[in-house]
């Protein structure tokens, strides 16, 4: 079964940074996007960041500027370096991949576990 695996967040002040990563733990996955969703408690879960195997990009409004998304095709792996980081940041954060399995056509999505992060004022 095809996981992904995070790493990185924790805790920061405002104005700090954090990194997270994911990688997908089968490399012979046809990744053809990979992104960050975070959800907030009691909110829903949003996309935060989003990145082609091309490397197009596309954020949120509310972090364009200091959140950037790169990805690894070569490692199926997507980071998200967040700088200047908000109390409103606070969330956990999903990262996410479109992808078929070697010989399908099929895309489908595949989760990380979560990644906690909090940004305290």
């Known amino acids: 079964q095809v996981q992904l695996v995070e790493s990185g967040g924790g805790w920061v002040q405002a104005g700090g940074s954090l990194r997270l990563d994911c990688s997908a733990s089968?490399?012979?996955?046809?990744?053809?996007?990979m992104a960050w969703y975070r959800q907030a408690p009691g909110a829903k879960r949003e996309l935060v960041a989003a990145i082609t195997i091309d490397g197009d990009t596309h954020y949120r409004d509310y972090v364009k500027g200091r959140f950037t998304i790169s990805i690894d095709n070569a490692k199926n792996s997507v980071h998200l370096q967040m700088q200047s980081l908000k109390p409103e940041d606070t969330a956990v954060y999903y990262c996410?991949?479109?992808?078929?399995?070697?010989?399908?056509?099929?895309?489908?999505?595949?989760w990380g576990q979560g990644a906690q992060v909090t940004v305290s004022s």
């Open positions: 089968e490399t012979t996955l046809n990744i053809n996007a």
């Open positions: 996410n991949a479109v992808a078929a399995k070697p010989g399908s056509n099929f895309n489908y999505d595949y």
